[in-house]
Structure formats: C-alpha cells, structure tokens
C-alpha cells in the first residue's frame, strides 16, 4: 500500500491546506481548483483544519454545484471538484445521495477519466454490494495515466484507494487527486460492510489497511533533499530524515522513501554507494526529536535501544535493490535493513 507517500507529504499537504482555506474564507467562491483545500484539509488530518473544510465543501456544494443542470455536472472541470467536495459534504453531515444518483444519470463524459470517475459516483449512488466476482490486485505501482484507467476497471477497491492517495506522483493533479475521497468513501463503505469500525479519516490517515500501521510516532516533517546528494553535518536542511516511524514490538521501524524520482538499482559495492542516505543517522533522529513533545521522544528513544529495523521504500517500476547490495549495505551501516516496494508497505 501507499501510506508511506501519505507520510512523506502529509507535512507539505497540511501547510497547503491552511494557506488555501484562509484564501477562500476571504474571497469565497467556486475556482477550477475547489477541491484542493478541502482534499488537502482531510489529508492532513488536523481537527480544525478539517473543521474548516467540511464547512467549505458544504457552502460550495449547496452554493453553485446543486444548482447545476444535469448536463453540466460531469463536464471535467465539475466532475473533477464535485466528485471529492460531495464525500466531503457527506461527512459534514449533508446526505449527497441525491446527487450522486444526478451525476450517476448525467450524460457520459468525453473525458476518460471523468467516465471512470462518474463509474465511481453511481456505485455510491446505490447500496453498497460486494463484487459479484473479487479482482485481483496487479503489482507495483501504475506506469502510465492507461494503466490508472485499466486498473479503475479491473483492481479491487482498496488497492485503487490506494493508489490514488499518491500526492507527489505526476498524475496526482487530476488523475488521481480526483478519486481520493470517492474510492476512499467506497472502501469505508466497504469495511463497514465488513463490520470494521473505520472512518474515512482514519483511511486518509493511514491509507486502505490502517489496521496494518496502528502505532505511527513520527511522519516527515521537513522536505526530502534528493537522495543522490551527500548530507552537511552543519546543514539540517541537506539531512534525509525518515519518512515515517512507527512502532514494532518494543522496537521500531523507519522508513526511507525514496520517491517516484528515485529510477536507478539501489548498489553498494566498489565505487558505487547509492546508500549514502543512511549515513548520518544521528542527523536524522535529531530531526524527529526537534519535531515531537519531550514524552514523545522519549518513547522512540526507549525503542530505539530494543531495535530499529530501517526499510527501504522505492517504486519497483523504475528501481531494483539486489539483495547482495542490500546485504553489503547492512553490513557497512550496522543496520538491520529491508527494501520493499512501495505498494507492499
């Protein structure tokens, strides 16, 4: 799964977020982009930003979209904002079923991602039901803005939550960022289905499986330097951090995401070190015990003692980590250390 990307930009998403609602609170209105600080909002997950967001959603919908004619609500500009501003309108307590059922009977969009998304908005509009027939999940990450469409189509649900919930992949602006909050409502449903106690918020969190990360003590809280660069002990801005840390036992796990951009084998051997990353670790825990409470640090630096296993993140599409130069890494470092592609996280 994906939570590990949640992690990476949550911190980014949370600064939008409120720069963005200020914006709209002085000049309301409806904008191409009017599902940005709502989306962003959510992610992030504060309770007054989200506060600020339902709010939002709620005004934008009751204020322009409900009053669109039947003809104009999947025209991409609309379909693109409505889609995700409706699930947030939901959440703040305004039922949308009505307007899903208007989207599901709209004329079909020209737009192959809006007809994939309008698919979407009719399965909220009715009931839920399982599939008839379970999809299977395909490997990796998706390649291409066809492969997206292709798994929209095939893929279960949570593995195109997922997916989706992608912030810094190129097709994160329209592609995906639209079907966040429909697929993340329709894997809510789906769970609750299942008799799982999960909300939206708690998918937003910690992506399709949050019962597969319950106890997460740190998330990035500073931008990632490029992972080729050699970090400045003087220079906390040039330090790698961790993506995330979370609990492991008595222990810990933290996680090095290396990002989309990352599009090279993972070597270290003679004259090639492409782990240089790990190399001031004490740097990188600086930063996590600068961003937390004293009782927070407090604990990780307790499961630091009892062990820390250090996992590598990477997109298997455009890179490879040979489990011999995995091994030598390990080796050199001290380290106990793990590579796994970013959708098995």
Partial sequence: MCWVNLCSTRYRLRASASVLL???????????????????????????????????????????FEGFDDADLTAPAALSNIAGLSIAAHLAGKNQSALWKRIAAAPVPRDATMRAL???????????APPAEAPRAKKHFIRSQSDWLWRLGHSPVPQIFDLSASP????????????????GYERHRQLQAEGHKVS??????????????????YERSHPRPPTVSRPDPKDPSTWFGFDAVEADG???????????????????????????????LDDDWQLVHEALSAEAWRDIDQRREAGCTHVIV????????????????????????????????
């Fill in 22 to 64: 200020s914006d709209w609170e002085e000049d309301p209105g409806l904008r191409p982009n009017s599902l940005q600080p709502v989306l962003h909002a959510l992610i992030a997950g504060d309770a007054p930003l989200v506060k600020r967001a339902l709010a939002l959603a709620d005004r934008l919908i009751s204020t322009y």
């Fill in 118 to 128: 309008q698919v979407v908005i009719a399965r909220l509009a009715q009931p839920y």
């Fill in 168 to 183: 810094d992949h190129s097709l994160w602006p329209y592609d995906l960022s639209s079907f966040v909050l429909p697929l």
């Fill in 200 to 217: 939206l918020m708690d998918l937003l969190q910690r992506g399709a499986h949050p019962e597969r990360h319950p106890h997460v003590l």
């Fill in 250 to 280: 008595k222990g810990l796990r933290a996680y090095h995401y290396l990002g989309f951009g990352f599009q090279a084998p993972l070597l270290f051997r003679e004259g090639l070190d492409a782990f240089g990353f790990l190399g001031q």
């Fill in 314 to 345: 990477y997109d298997a599409n455009e890179a490879t980590v040979p489990k011999k130069d995995l091994a030598r890494a390990a080796d050199h470092f001290g380290l106990k250390l793990e590579a796994v592609d970013l959708t098995e996280v």
